[in-house]
């Protein structure tokens, strides 16, 4: 990269942190002997919190568009992780819903995913993250 150049590599700088960070997490549910990918485990843990939502709901909220959606959730519920129920007034339409094996799974995870935002945080403030957020957050409009 020419480092004399007025363009901002935030792309760059992102994507290195995005990979560094699911790779950590890939290697941490490894190690605790989960099935789990970090793009699994945001739908996992928004449900968590959130049970119930449309696929269409659950897409929107997490970033995600719905064939993606569509692709996990066929993975996590091969793994007994989640179900989806049709909508009584519109059969094309499904809730998602944890099973009590997909809730047993963010329990066991939520520890280490504690531990994990911790470590990545290390050394950074609260200022810091207000600052970090409010950057991503133009960014992220600057695109719309």
């Known amino acids: 990269m020419d480092k004399g150049s007025d363009h901002k590599y935030f792309g760059y700088l992102l ?17 605790l002997g989960l099935d789990i990918t970090p793009e699994q485990w945001v739908l996992l843990e928004k449900l968590y919190y ?5 696929q269409t709901d659950l897409a929107a909220q997490i970033f995600k568009n719905t064939p993606t959606i ?18 009584e007034n519109d059969r094309r ?25 911790e470590q990545g945080w290390q050394k950074l403030g609260e200022e810091d993250y207000q600052h970090f957020t409010r950057i991503l ?4 409009t600057n695109f719309e």
């Open 137 to 140: 957050n133009q960014i992220f």
């Open 70 to 87: 569509s692709r996990i959730l066929d993975l996590l519920e091969k793994k007994g992780f989640t179900e989806r129920q049709r909508f």
């Open 15 to 31: 994507e290195r942190t995005s990979r560094k960070v699911k790779l950590g997490f890939s290697q941490a549910f490894a190690q």
């Open 93 to 117: 339409r499904h809730r998602v819903f944890l099973t009590l094996q997909g809730k047993q799974v963010v329990e066991k995870a939520q520890p280490l995913v504690q531990g994990l935002r």
């Open 50 to 54: 959130d049970n119930g939502l449309s």
